[in-house]
C-alpha cells in the first residue's frame, strides 16, 4: 500500500509537470477510463482511427494482437507482423477492420530489411508503430554472436524503426511506441553491457537488460525528433499473463493482468489526442511514471543509439 501511494503522488507529480504540453494539444480528449485495470478498448472509446495507419510487431498473440485489435477496432488500417506468414494472416483474419499481415523475423536482420520493404511500398503514412514483440529465455543464447533477447527486443526493432522513420515523419503526427518493462531496473550493474554484448556473464539478466536497452533507445529517439511533429515514448504494460513465459515455467503472479489491460497503456499512448506533443517520456498505466536512473541516462542513451548503429550498419540502407 505505501509503495502504491508512492507511485501514485510520483505520477501526479509527473502529470503536473507535463500538464502545460498536454494543454497545447489542439485536440480535445475524449473521455475515458484510464488508470491500473483499464482496457484497450475502455482508453481508446470515443475515438475515430480512420484514415490513419499503425505497424504494431508482434500481432498474433498477447499484447500485440489485443494492441492491433483494438486499433483496427477504432478504424485504423493496422499492418500486423508476425515471425510466420501463417500465424500473421490468421491473427489479421480474425479482427473487426482492416488488417494486413506481414512477415518479420527479429532476430534476422535481412528479414527486418524485406518487412520494412514490404510496408514501404504500400507507400502510406505511419501514424503509429507500435513496438511490441518480444522473447524472454531462461539461458544463454546468442545471435551473431550477441544475447539474443538483446538482438530481438532491441537491436531488431532499432533497425525496424531506423528504416521506417521517413514514414513515421510522413503523418501528420507520427508516434513511435516502444514496449519496455520495469524490469529494466533489474539490468546489469552499469546498464548495458558494451564491451561483453555476447551475454556472458549476465545472461540471467538479459531481459532486464534488453528493456533497459529499449527504453534508452526511445529517449534517445525522442531527442532526434525534437522539431518535428513525430514523438517517442515508452511504455510499461505491467505484469500481463501471455505466452512470453513459455520458454522459462510461465511464472506468473496471482496478479497478472489479462492481455485487454496490459494492451491498454500501449494503445492509449498510441492514440491519446492530449499526447499529440509528449515526447520522450516513460509510462505506466496510462500516466507518466518515474524510470530507473539508468533508464535516464542521456550519455548511455546515445552511446546505445551509435553502438547500435555500428551492429546493423549493413543494413541501414543508403539513406542512413
Avoid at 503514412?125 to 511490441?132: K, Q, S, T
Avoid at 545471435?143 to 533477447?149: I, S, T
Avoid at 503526427?173 to 564491451?195: C, K, N, T
Avoid at 491498454?264 to 506533443?277: D, E, G, I, Q, S
Wanted: hydrophobic content about 40%; aromatic content about 4%.
Amino acid at each position: 500500500m505505501v509503495l502504491e501511494t508512492r507511485r501514485r503522488l510520483v505520477q501526479g507529480a509527473l502529470l503536473a509537470a507535463l500538464a502545460p504540453r498536454l494543454a497545447r494539444s489542439h485536440d480535445a480528449a475524449p473521455a475515458r477510463a484510464s488508470g491500473p485495470g483499464s482496457t484497450a478498448e475502455e482508453v481508446t472509446r470515443g475515438l475515430d482511427l480512420g484514415g490513419r495507419t499503425a505497424v504494431v510487431t508482434g500481432c498474433n498473440s498477447g499484447i500485440g494482437y489485443e494492441t492491433m485489435r483494438v486499433l483496427a477496432l477504432r478504424g485504423a488500417h493496422v499492418i500486423g507482423t508476425a515471425r510466420s506468414a501463417e500465424k500473421g494472416a490468421a491473427a489479421c483474419a480474425s479482427v473487426a477492420g482492416r488488417a494486413t499481415p506481414v512477415v518479420l523475423e527479429l532476430s534476422d536482420f535481412d528479414s527486418v530489411v524485406a518487412c520494412a520493404e514490404r510496408i514501404e511500398a504500400m507507400d502510406v503514412p505511419v501514424d503509429m508503430l507500435v513496438c511490441n514483440a518480444g522473447i524472454v529465455l531462461g539461458g544463454l543464447e546468442q545471435v551473431r554472436g550477441l544475447e539474443k533477447q538483446f538482438v530481438v527486443n532491441h537491436l531488431g526493432h532499432f533497425l525496424l524503426v531506423r528504416r521506417l522513420l521517413a514514414r513515421v515523419l510522413a503523418a501528420p503526427q507520427g508516434r513511435v511506441v516502444v514496449l519496455g518493462s520495469g524490469d529494466h531496473a533489474r539490468a546489469p550493474e552499469g546498464g548495458i553491457q558494451f564491451g561483453r554484448l555476447s551475454g556472458e556473464g549476465w545472461a540471467d539478466r538479459g531481459y532486464s537488460h534488453s528493456k533497459l536497452a529499449n527504453g534508452l533507445f526511445s529517449l534517445e529517439l525522442a531527442h532526434r525528433l525534437a522539431g518535428t511533429g513525430a514523438t517517442s515514448n515508452c511504455v510499461t504494460p505491467g505484469h500481463t499473463r501471455t505466452d512470453i513465459l513459455r520458454s522459462v515455467g510461465d511464472g506468473y503472479r496471482a496478479d497478472a493482468q489479462t492481455p485487454a489491460q496490459g494492451a491498454a497503456t500501449p494503445c492509449y499512448v498510441a492514440t491519446h489526442p492530449a499526447l499529440a506533443r509528449v515526447s520522450g517520456t516513460y509510462f505506466r498505466d496510462c500516466a507518466p511514471a518515474q524510470p530507473s536512473a539508468l533508464q535516464t541516462d542521456r550519455a548511455m542513451a546515445a552511446r546505445l543509439w551509435q553502438v547500435s548503429e555500428e551492429l546493423v550498419r549493413g543494413f541501414l540502407g543508403p539513406a542512413a
